[in-house]
């Protein structure tokens, strides 16, 4: 009986092993084309970003010429000091990486290396050591160096001088954009742009103008240089409420003779040569100069002639130096 019971048993458990196992269904839920199209968006969204990043922008320079750029630039060289001025205000300092030997601000751009001067020799051994993605040059450059640069391979952007403050903030914008700093350079513009409209509204009222004398350069006190009509200076003198008396001359840049000084007899004398050695006390030792007006009341000034000569966002400098000088009694809301 025993052994029939543990042959049962050992028949029961071979038929059961030899079975064959449940099959166990995993249900897997439905996606839904929201959903679907949310899983796919990361991969979608990184497509459109790199598609916009490797868009190549495409600029039209100040010789007229096209200038393409794959990406913003990284690697950026200056020609002047003006359009080293401009790439350190956007924020792009740290992409400079050549700018000329006549820059002296900021400070930090003394750090930089230097490729020589667009009144002596480019380096062009040194620029292209540089492996510059663009170079940055303006009306001091003539057309036969951003020749020779293009024709080593190097993409150059040729910028005129501004005329106008609408053209200073429209640079701002140009280089924010060529060097990736689009937002700094929005704030930047718009900052500039309020400063102005605050000389404007404070002179606005303001029923009499001095008149200014500015020296440029005064190697000859016979015949001074001086900043004639349609010059950036000649624009900040009027803007700043003065009458600019070097506006009867011809030519932008021009000398203007010592009579006609003297008959003009100006309320105000700007020196921008004192950096090299004119002094107010000189002016007065001039012949037929000691009884000008200026002299006599002393309401003669040096002024930072880069303010005025520098068609860079430092112009808006100059603009509220100047409306200080001429009008001191104003008082001008930030």
């Known amino acids: 009986m025993l052994r029939k019971t543990l042959i049962l048993t050992l028949l029961i458990v071979m038929l059961t092993a030899c079975a064959p196992a449940a099959q166990t269904t995993l249900e897997v839920a439905p996606v839904s084309p929201t959903e679907a199209a949310s899983t796919e968006a990361p991969a979608t969204e990184a497509a459109a970003t790199e598609a916009a990043v490797t868009e190549p922008m495409i600029f039209t320079d100040g010789l ?28 792009a300092g740290r992409q400079l990486v050549g700018r000329d030997e006549l820059v002296d601000f900021p400070a930090e751009a003394l750090e930089v290396a230097s490729i020589g001067s667009a009144y002596g020799d480019l380096n062009t051994e040194v620029i292209l050591a540089l492996e510059p993605d663009l170079i940055l040059a303006a009306e001091i450059n003539t057309p036969e160096q951003v020749n020779e640069l293009e024709g080593l391979g190097l993409t150059v952007y040729y910028l005129s001088n501004v005329q106008t403050y609408e053209d200073l903030y429209e640079q701002v914008a140009l280089i924010g954009k060529m060097t990736g700093h689009e937002e700094e350079a929005a704030s930047l513009a718009e900052s500039l742009a309020a400063r102005v409209d605050a000389v404007s509204a404070a002179v606005a009222n ?72 004119v002094t107010i006390e000189s002016v007065g030792e001039r012949t037929g100069w000691a009884d000008l007006t200026a002299v006599k009341e002393g309401t003669i000034f040096p002024f930072d002639d880069n303010l005025a000569s520098r068609p860079g966002p430092r112009l808006v400098d100059g603009l509220e130096e100047l409306v200080k000088i001429l009008h001191p009694e104003l008082v001008m809301n930030p």
Do not use: C, H
Not at 82 to 90: G, K, M, Q
């Open 64 to 91: 007229g010429r096209e200038v393409t750029l794959a990406a913003p630039a990284q690697r950026i060289v200056t020609l002047a000091p003006s359009l080293t001025e401009f790439v350190f205000a956007v924020g």
């Open 206 to 277: 303001v029923t009499e103008k001095p008149t200014v004398f500015y020296e440029i350069d005064g190697t000859d006190p016979s015949k001074p240089w001086t900043t004639g009509p349609g010059t950036f200076m000649d624009t900040m003198i009027s803007l700043a409420g003065g009458v600019n008396i070097g506006g009867v001359l011809n030519d932008p840049y021009a000398q203007i003779s010592a009579e006609e000084i003297v008959a003009q007899d100006p309320n105000i004398i700007l020196l921008g040569d004192t950096l090299y050695g």
